[in-house]
């Protein structure tokens, strides 16, 4: 086994001849975008989930992005995405989910209209403690159209309320929200089966007004 160290801490991924190959009978595969603001696990999150070595695009930090990226809350923070991570998890014998970590960083942000194209559907990662930093992502998934859910990062501080964070946030209760450890395999793989079930159950709405 080999280990990382992100920005919710350390994470250990088994070796990639252990992860399962990608089903025969997969014939439903869906593009997914998690975004959020700077150091909110997102990383982590496609690390910790994916059935394949990730793709990432992480390069060290250094004094030149010091008066550039507010690292508040994050001083730990060693490495950040400059492009984009990318995993797969198939989470039945036909579904197949594609995974597109969105750099955090305000410099970065060009690319997210690009990285939303063809998404059926996203995960907003948010960090409680620094909810103003989702603000921008929820704002271009509703500009683009774009379903998604909030998962609440857990980086071990004061607890909120899912009432509490949907104020803050200002989002309807339609919008399914969930509590998550992203560092966690089966707590990010919960995530997006919510989201997966979030996007069925609109697919069937809509096909119900027909």
Not at 50 to 72: C, F, K
Not at 120 to 137: I, N
Not at 187 to 206: G, M, N, P, T, Y
């Amino acid at each position: 086994m080999d280990s990382a160290i992100s920005d919710t801490g350390p994470v250990v991924h088994s070796s990639e001849e252990s992860r399962p190959r990608l089903r025969s009978t997969a014939d439903n595969g869906l593009k997914i975008v998690v975004v959020g603001g700077f150091g909110v696990g997102k990383t982590t999150m496609v690390r910790s989930v994916s059935d394949i070595r990730p793709l990432n695009t992480e390069e060290t930090m250094t004094q030149a992005g010091q008066n550039i990226d507010d690292t508040s809350g994050v001083q730990s923070k060693s490495a950040t995405t400059v492009a984009f991570d990318f995993g797969r998890i198939s989470l039945n014998e036909q579904t197949v989910l594609y995974l597109f970590g969105a750099p955090g960083q305000e410099r970065f942000w060009f690319l997210w209209d690009r990285l939303f194209s063809g998404t059926l559907g996203a995960v907003v990662l948010v960090d409680t403690r620094r909810l103003a930093d989702s603000w921008y992502a929820i704002d271009r998934l509703e500009h683009h159209g774009t379903p998604f859910i909030v998962a609440r990062n857990d980086f071990g501080g004061p607890p909120h309320s899912e009432e509490a964070v949907r104020e803050a946030l200002d989002i309807s209760g339609d919008v399914p929200m969930i509590a998550c450890d992203a560092r966690s395999r089966e707590s990010s793989k919960q995530v997006l089966i919510k989201l997966v079930q979030h996007l069925h159950s609109l697919s069937s709405a809509r096909k119900a007004a027909l």
